[in-house]
Nanobody
Framework: QVQLVESGGGLVQPGGSLRLSCAASGSIFSINDMSWYRQAPGKQRELVAGITRSGSTNYVDSVKGRFTISRDNAKNTVYLQMNSLKPEDTAVYYC????????????????WGQGTQVTVSS
């Protein structure tokens, strides 16, 4: 059984920083693309940033220059460094990953974490 567990959310003032972490555990053969999504109240879930296994990254325009996604393949962990936070960044942030398991068929599935709340407010 594969699990994604996020940590690092919380309350921060505008202009502050937070670092989110997401660790994958279980019967993991390899992890392919990893991403961070967010969902604000009353809004659709949106892709914030993604990173391939080789380290290529992409960002939604609203966070470019402020957020940085990175990963540690040895630790099966993806990070999201968030700087210069704004009230509009307030949302539940979700980790997402495409993971190949150790089963006989080495199947690849898409997994979601449980989410971590980020609140930006003075």
């Amino acid at each position: 059984q594969v699990q994604l567990v996020e940590s690092g959310g919380g309350l921060v003032q505008p202009g502050g920083s937070l670092r989110l972490s997401c660790a994958a555990s279980g019967s993991i053969f390899s992890i392919n693309d990893m991403s961070w999504y967010r969902q604000a109240p009353g809004k659709q879930r949106e892709l914030v940033a993604g990173i391939t296994r080789s380290g290529s990254t992409n960002y939604v325009d609203s966070v470019k220059g402020r957020f940085t996604i990175s990963r540690d393949n040895a630790k099966n962990t993806v990070y999201l460094q968030m700087n210069s936070l704004k009230p509009e960044d307030t949302a539940v942030y979700y980790c997402n990953a495409d993971i190949t398991d150790y089963g006989i068929r080495k199947s690849t599935y898409n997994y979601w974490g449980q989410g971590t709340q980020v609140t930006v407010s003075s």
